[in-house]
Structure formats: C-alpha cells, structure tokens
C-alpha cells in the first residue's frame, strides 16, 4: 500500500481518504443506496479525484468498472 505525503509516496502504509474524499464517499454511498447510478464527481484539479474513485469502487465491489479519463498519465 502507498500513503501520498505532498508528493512523496511511502511504501507500505495505508492510503486513507482526505476529508474532501471522505463526505464524497459518504455522498456516493447515499446516492448508491437510493438506487441511482451513474455518479459522477465534479471537483478541481488535485483534489484527489482520482483516488475517490478508487476508493468508491473498492467499497463497491463491483464485477466491471469503466474509467473514462481524457489524459493516459492518469490511467498509467
């Protein structure tokens, strides 16, 4: 597992939301919960949105998952 601490990664900790990260999880799990689907996550730049989705699909546990993302440095 990897923690971002600024820009510096370390090895072997667990990547936890930020507080942003954490109301939006809380959000989609209200949404999910209603029945309504897709969700989509509007936020700025470097606001983590991203990892959200990692997280949102980790505690969905879906059996498919599409990521739509317009540059290939985010998917790489």
């Given at each position: 597992?990897?923690?971002?601490?600024?820009?510096?990664?370390?090895?072997?900790?667990?990547?936890?939301?930020?507080?942003?990260?954490?109301?939006?999880?809380?959000?989609?799990?209200?949404?999910?919960?209603?029945?309504?689907?897709?969700?989509?996550?509007?936020?700025?730049?470097?606001?983590?949105?991203?990892?959200?989705?990692?997280?949102?699909?980790?505690?969905?546990?879906?059996?498919?998952?599409?990521?739509?993302?317009?540059?290939e440095q985010i998917l790489t």
């Open positions: 597992m990897i923690t971002v601490d600024g820009d510096q990664p370390r090895v072997g900790e667990k990547l936890v939301p930020n507080p942003m990260q954490a109301v939006a999880l809380e959000q989609i799990e209200d949404v999910r919960e209603a029945g309504e689907t897709p969700t989509v996550v509007i936020s700025a730049t470097g606001t983590g949105k991203t990892i959200l989705a990692a997280f949102a699909v980790r505690h969905a546990d879906p059996t498919r998952v599409l990521f739509i993302a317009h540059r």
